[in-house]
Every structure is written in structure tokens, then in C-alpha cells.
């Protein structure tokens, strides 16, 4: 079994665990404690934490660490995460169960970034599309099977063991990344932790496709969090449509990214990355438009439609865009540039759902889908008016260090 075999099979150990924690959390928070809304909310806040406060010390640690070593160390750590919130489960133990689902989250956090580090150095240039595919593919199967599965599975009795079953994820992943080889690792500095952390964000904010890479993730990201918000009342306030229409519709989205992340893979050597690195945000916009022209009892099939297309032209985007980050940045420096793009990323989210509730609830659903278009036009303008639009080979802008 080669390296990147070995990672894309540890990846869907990982996600398939990650997945069931972030159904599972609020279903047995609910089932089992018999938590409260507002725990539930802290207790998913818990899981998403992992990416605001993880993200930049665990780019340095990468950028500084072996990554055979690193990887190694995320899957032990969602080991234990998921091994402990199963056996806090069993205790009866809510506390526990939120400590432990938060160091699972890290763990995963963890794996994720070191992944996108990994990949340059197990694959060419000319296979790096497909490598990185075979991971989105592992993330995207994940999140379209596993919450089906979870929603028929998961009840009253059978809600003990569901963490048992994220452990056992854990444990196939690092059985699978264990194998990996070491790498060789970057010279050591002296420089300290902000200068380090200061150096990676000011690569991204200088480089000129990182930049609009960023601004593009920026973007989409404030208006799929709005959109998610606004969605329900949405779909039975404004379109008469039942609320299980949006559950359907995730499932849309979800099928979709699965064919994105296997068409990049499929086609990345005849198709050029910038075709995907426009279609993605510029079908996010049809599809915020689709949504607003759908008139008041009009087919739900038009939202389907529009979250499937949400779902493909994104997907391909994301594969494509992380080949580009890993060929553009220095390896010394892929950490902390990774690390500081996801946690924008995640950070622009909550502001997102703050402004999609805000305008929906001062205003209308129909109207917060404005500032959902507004936003996705943003991720387009973004990727169209940078030199993301100009790259037609992966050869074209890879970093050649000196020797």
C-alpha cells in the first residue's frame, strides 16, 4: 500500500468519525442527558471550537514537526476523544462528554491540516489534483452517507454505542497512517511564535493567488452560513414548502460534492484549474439567484436543484484550490498558511449566521437572500478579477525553491 493509499484511507476513518460526532452530539446530548437547548448549544460550540483555537499552533507545529509523527498523533488524540466521550456516555457523564468530544474535534482539526501538508510531498505536480480529490472524496462520502445513516440508526437505545463506533473510525485511521514514511523535516529557527504565525499570514496576504483564494473561501463561507440560517423559514414562511425540504436539500448538496471532488479527479488533466477555481463561486451565485426567483408554492425541486448546485461547483473548487496552496507555498511554511486560511475561514462563519438571522428575522428570508447573493458574488469577484482566472497549469505555478 503507497502513501497516499495509506492517507486517503486514514482520511475516511477520520471523517467518518468526525461526521458521527458532529450528527451524534446534539441526538445524544438530547437522548441520553437529556440536555436542554442551550447545553446542546454549548456542546456543538465545543466541537467547532477545535478550528478557532487549534487552527494557527497547530500550523506551527506542523511547519517544525515530522508529519509522519504529527498524523500518527491526530488520529491517537480523535482515539481518545471519541474513546472517552463513549465511556462518559456509559458513566452518565455531561461534562466528561463535552470535554471529550472537544479533544476529538482537535484531533481531527489536527489531522486535516497536516493531511494538506503531507500531500506535496507523497505526489508530483502532475498528480497532485487527484491526490487531493481522493481526500475531498473521503470528506464528501462522509458527510452525505453518514448523516442518513445516523437519522435511521441513532434512537433512544442504540444511542450508548454511537461514540463506540466514532472510536472504532479512529482506530482504523491510525492503523492505516501508522504505515506512512518519514519525512524530512525544515530546518529549525529561533524566530518566536507570533513572528512565525505573523510570516504566514503575511505570505497569504502578499501572494497573489493565496489572497484571493482566501478572500474567495471568505466570502463564500459568510454566505453559506447566512443561507443555512435563513433556509427554513425560508422554505415555510416564503415558499409553503414542508421543513424536511431542507434536510433533503443538505442531502442535495451533499451528493453533489461527491461528484465534484471525483470529476476534479477525474478530469484535472484535460480540464485547467482555473475553470474550476471560477465555476465554483460563480455557480454559488446562479444558485443564490435560482433561490430567490423561486415564486411562493413553486417545485421543491428547484431548491434541490439549487443546493445541488451548491454542493458540485464548490467541491471541485475546494480540490483545486488546495493543490494551488500546496504548490505555491514553501514547504517550511504550508502549516502556518494552511492554518491561517482555515481559521479565517471558520471564523467568518459564526458572523455569517449572526447576519443571515439578524436580516431575516429584521426584515425577510427573501431579503436576508440577498446578502447571500451579495456575498457568493463577492467569492466570484474574487477569484475573477485576480490572476486565479490566468492559471491553466499546475506546472505554471509551482514554487521552484533553490537548491
Not at 485547467?272 to 415564486?295: E, T
Not at 421543491?300 to 454542493?311: C, D, E, K, N
Not at 429584521?362 to 469577484?381: D, R
Request: with cysteine; glycine share 10%; charged share 10%.
Amino acid at each position: 500500500m503507497n502513501a497516499i493509499q495509506r492517507l486517503t484511507l486514514s482520511a475516511y476513518g477520520m471523517h467518518l468519525a468526525d461526521q458521527i460526532a458532529l450528527v451524534s452530539v446534539p441526538l445524544v446530548a438530547a437522548l441520553v442527558f437529556d440536555a436542554p437547548a442551550q447545553i446542546i448549544g454549548v456542546l456543538v460550540a465545543c466541537q467547532s471550537m477545535a478550528h478557532l483555537l487549534g487552527s494557527l499552533p497547530f500550523g506551527l507545529i506542523i511547519d517544525r514537526a515530522q508529519a509522519r509523527t504529527v498524523a500518527v498523533a491526530a488520529t491517537l488524540i480523535s482515539c481518545a476523544g471519541f474513546g472517552c466521550a463513549a465511556a462518559s456516555v456509559f458513566a452518565g457523564s455531561l461534562v466528561w462528554f463535552g470535554v471529550s468530544v472537544t479533544v476529538a474535534g482537535f484531533g481531527v482539526v489536527l489531522f486535516v491540516l497536516v493531511s494538506l501538508s503531507i500531500v506535496p510531498k507523497i505526489t508530483d505536480v502532475s498528480h497532485i489534483a487527484k491526490a487531493n480529490s481522493r481526500l475531498d472524496l473521503a470528506r464528501a462520502l462522509c458527510s452525505f452517507a453518514v448523516p442518513i445513516a445516523a437519522g435511521v440508526w441513532i434512537t433512544a437505545q442504540t444511542a450508548d454505542w454511537v461514540f463506540a463506533v466514532a472510536a472504532a473510525g479512529g482506530v482504523f485511521a491510525f492503523a492505516a497512517i501508522v504505515g506512512l514514511p518519514a519525512f524530512s523535516v525544515a530546518p529549525q529557527t529561533t524566530d518566536g511564535i507570533l513572528s512565525r504565525i505573523r510570516e504566514g499570514g503575511q505570505f497569504v496576504l502578499r501572494h497573489d493567488l493565496l489572497l484571493p483564494i482566501s478572500l474567495c473561501a471568505i466570502f463564500w463561507n459568510l454566505a453559506f452560513a447566512a443561507l443555512l440560517v435563513t433556509m427554513v423559514p425560508l422554505a415555510v414562511q416564503v415558499l409553503g414548502a414542508e421543513p424536511g425540504v431542507f434536510g433533503i436539500a443538505l442531502g442535495a448538496f451533499g451528493f453533489a460534492a461527491i461528484l465534484g471532488a471525483w470529476t476534479v479527479g477525474r478530469f484535472s488533466a484535460s480540464v485547467p484549474p482555473n475553470f474550476f477555481l471560477l465555476f465554483g463561486p460563480g455557480s454559488s451565485v446562479v444558485a443564490a439567484l435560482g433561490l430567490y426567483l423561486i415564486p411562493t408554492g413553486g417545485p421543491v425541486t428547484a431548491i434541490y436543484a439549487a443546493f445541488f448546485l451548491l454542493g458540485f461547483g464548490p467541491s471541485m473548487w475546494l480540490t483545486t484550490q488546495n493543490s494551488v496552496r500546496q504548490l505555491v507555498t514553501p514547504p517550511a511554511m504550508l502549516g502556518r498558511v494552511n492554518a491561517v486560511i482555515q481559521t479565517a475561514i471558520y471564523g467568518v462563519r459564526p458572523l455569517g449566521a449572526l447576519l443571515g438571522g439578524a436580516v431575516a428575522g429584521a426584515t425577510t428570508p427573501k431579503l436576508a437572500l440577498v446578502l447571500v447573493a451579495l456575498a457568493y458574488g463577492g467569492s466570484f469577484a474574487a477569484a475573477l478579477f485576480s490572476r486565479l482566472r490566468t492559471v491553466r497549469r499546475y506546472d505554471d505555478i509551482r514554487l521552484v525553491e533553490p537548491a
